[in-house]
């Protein structure tokens, strides 16, 4: 039996705000976690503890730093300034990646590892809100984590706030802890909230991003939207990720809005009794226009998809809609085209791929495979096999797994073969099924030796050695 464990680092994090010139305090608490794997075992029920393999640790650490420096670059900063703030935020980097641990534990419980894209997908909306809070300052929040920054130190600007913006915020959030005039408490709808599961920090949090939020009545606009979602069969524990992912669906209208937008949905093929995990998944999905939407659909036709394809996409990669049709979706079908794929087929099986950067992610591994050898309609069935491929870091996770490759003594075509190898953990399950493959003397296919489970790789092993015992 797998169970995960939490420990709490009791840090508190101390920010300066600058807000019309004046400076006030802020308490911050960032909640950093490491989380460890605990299997039990044996017949006294022994504890063997596993902690993140130190060569995963090392990439996803590399991969939150790319995330960072490409977020501090979008906001401004100059690459200098990006670099030397990404060499002082070792602390913060660890914390990002406790943000992974704590998003997809059990994943990796699962020893499924991250791809580029879910690490970025994780990753940039927590940016964003600490970027909507601290913006002028997020600089030196990053290089002083988790102490308090120096007082008299000199932030880095990233762009101006606005004094009007800045008031405007900082009276929803004051409201937010308000006591009610009527109630003597805190205002109905932050109590209803607080019942749902939230604390007051993570209402206050979604306030700054969207100030509006704290203006919204309980019984005109939040708890209908709460109801219809408990209705709709979505976990009590999700609404709260919901709405702190995307408030502006407490100001839609239900009857106007929110069931006709759903209904055209539908229409195009969703699958309305998986609404809760399409909403959890992406609840912004709710808030795209039709015509927008329409836009996507009709690239997807475009490819030949049938509309039950169409369908069964939105409904497992609900996010596919927030790409956009001219900048992502049409040049990046044009270059898996180039490498002989079926672009529908791969959408269908790996949509993930399509919100990825042609220059910086695929045409990077593209090269690297060529380099090794493979011809591009080599490297076209792989991707073709297996859709994930792409999604993957080149430095953190192909590489060393190509490296570790060449030395088990496979000739290259078994990677044509059985791309899915790439999938696996290098220090989970890669390395430790050599090593006994190694010691067996046998030799067995490429995907016998990581896609069986640990029983039946062990039946196949033995029956290897056997017959070669025979013989």
């Given at each position: 039996?797998?169970?995960?464990?939490?420990?709490?680092?009791?840090?508190?994090?101390?920010?300066?705000?600058?807000?019309?010139?004046?400076?006030?305090?802020?308490?911050?608490?960032f909640?950093?976690?490491?989380?460890?794997?605990?299997?039990?075992?044996?017949?006294?029920?022994?504890l063997?503890?596993?902690?993140?393999?130190?060569?995963?640790?090392?990439?996803?650490?590399?991969?939150?730093?790319?995330?960072?420096?490409?977020?501090?670059?979008?906001?401004?900063?100059?690459?200098?300034?990006?670099?030397?703030t990404?060499?002082?935020?070792?602390?913060?980097?660890?914390?990002?990646?406790?943000?992974?641990?704590?998003?997809?534990?059990?994943?990796?419980?699962?020893?499924?590892?991250?791809?580029?894209?879910?690490?970025?997908?994780?990753?940039?909306?927590?940016?964003?809100?600490?970027?909507?809070?601290?913006?002028?300052?997020?600089?030196d929040?990053?290089?002083?984590?988790?102490n308090?920054?120096?007082?008299?130190?000199?932030?880095?600007p990233?762009?101006?706030?606005?004094?009007?913006?800045?008031?405007?915020?900082?009276?929803?959030?004051?409201?937010?802890?308000?006591i009610?005039?009527?109630?003597?408490?805190?205002?109905?709808?932050?109590?209803?909230?607080?019942?749902?599961?939230?604390?007051?920090?993570?209402?206050?949090?979604?306030?700054?991003?969207?100030p509006?939020?704290?203006?919204?009545?309980?019984?005109?606009?939040?708890?209908?939207?709460?109801?219809?979602?408990?209705?709709?069969?979505?976990?009590?524990?999700?609404?709260?990720?919901?709405?702190?992912?995307?408030?502006?669906?407490?100001?839609?209208?239900?009857?106007?809005?929110?069931?006709?937008?759903?209904?055209?949905?539908?229409?195009?093929?969703?699958?309305?009794?998986?609404?809760?995990?399409?909403?959890?998944?992406?609840?912004?999905?709710l808030?795209?226009?039709?015509?927008?939407?329409?836009?996507?659909?009709?690239?997807?036709?475009?490819?030949?998809?049938?509309?039950?394809?169409?369908?069964k996409?939105?409904?497992?990669?609900?996010?596919?809609?927030?790409?956009?049709?001219e900048?992502n979706?049409?040049?990046?079908?044009?270059?898996?085209?180039?490498?002989?794929?079926?672009?529908?087929?791969?959408?269908?099986?790996?949509?993930q791929?399509?919100?990825?950067?042609?220059?910086?992610?695929?045409?990077?591994?593209?090269?690297?495979?060529?380099?090794?050898?493979?011809t591009?309609?080599?490297?076209?069935t792989?991707?073709?096999?297996?859709?994930?491929?792409?999604t993957?870091?080149?430095?953190?996770?192909?590489?060393?797994?190509?490296?570790?490759?060449?030395?088990?003594?496979?000739?290259?075509?078994?990677?044509?073969?059985?791309?899915?190898?790439?999938?696996?953990?290098?220090?989970?399950?890669?390395?430790p099924?050599?090593?006994?493959?190694?010691?067996?003397?046998a030799?067995?296919?490429?995907?016998?030796?990581?896609?069986?489970?640990?029983?039946?790789?062990?039946?196949?092993?033995?029956?290897?050695?056997?017959?070669?015992?025979?013989?």
């Open positions: 039996m797998k169970t995960i464990f939490s420990i709490q680092l009791p840090h508190h994090f101390h920010s300066t705000r600058f807000l019309f010139h004046t400076t006030t305090r802020t308490q911050l608490s909640p950093a976690k490491l989380f460890f794997c605990v299997e039990k075992s044996g017949i006294n029920g022994s063997d503890v596993k902690v993140v393999s130190p060569a995963l640790l090392a990439a996803e650490k590399e991969e939150a730093k790319a995330v960072l420096t490409l977020f501090l670059k979008k906001q401004g900063l100059r690459k200098a300034i990006a670099a030397r990404i060499n002082k935020s070792d602390l913060f980097i660890d914390h990002l990646v406790s943000k992974l641990h704590s998003k997809h534990k059990s994943w990796y419980l699962a020893g499924r590892e991250l791809t580029t894209l879910e690490i970025r997908d994780a990753l940039i909306p927590y940016l964003e809100s600490l970027f909507e809070e601290h913006g002028t300052i997020l600089v929040l990053v290089e002083s984590y988790p308090p920054p120096v007082k008299d130190k000199s932030a880095v990233i762009r101006p706030s606005s004094p009007v913006l800045s008031a405007k915020k900082l009276k929803a959030v004051s409201r937010v802890s308000e009610d005039p009527d109630g003597g408490s805190l205002r109905p709808h932050v109590v209803y909230l607080m019942e749902l599961g939230m604390n007051i920090e993570q209402i206050r949090s979604i306030t700054r991003r969207f509006s939020f704290a203006y919204y009545s309980l019984e005109g606009k939040i708890k209908p939207v709460v109801e219809f979602f408990l209705e709709l069969g979505v976990p009590k524990e999700n609404i709260s990720t919901i709405l702190t992912k995307r408030p502006q669906l407490c100001g839609i209208s239900l009857s106007e809005n929110l069931k006709p937008t759903m209904k055209f949905f539908e229409s195009l093929g969703v699958d309305k009794k998986q609404w809760p995990k399409v909403i959890y998944r992406f609840p912004a999905l808030t795209y226009s039709r015509q927008k939407v329409m836009e996507s659909i009709d690239f997807l036709l475009e490819l030949g998809l049938s509309e039950e394809s169409i369908g996409i939105l409904t497992r990669c609900p996010n596919i809609v927030s790409y956009s049709v900048d979706l049409r040049p990046t079908a044009k270059y898996f085209s180039s490498l002989g794929v079926d672009v529908g087929i791969l959408l269908f099986r790996c949509p791929n399509f919100g990825l950067s042609i220059e910086a992610n695929l045409k990077p591994v593209t090269e690297y495979f060529l380099e090794r050898g493979y591009l309609e080599e490297i076209g792989m991707i073709s096999r297996y859709g994930a491929l792409y993957f870091s080149l430095t953190e996770n192909l590489i060393p797994k190509w490296e570790f490759f060449v030395t088990t003594g496979y000739p290259k075509s078994e990677l044509v073969k059985f791309p899915q190898y790439f999938g696996y953990n290098l220090e989970e399950r890669i390395k099924r050599f090593a006994i493959l190694k010691k067996s003397g030799k067995l296919l490429l995907n016998q030796v990581l896609s069986l489970s640990s029983s039946n790789f062990e039946e196949v092993l033995e029956k290897k050695m056997k017959k070669m015992k025979v013989s």
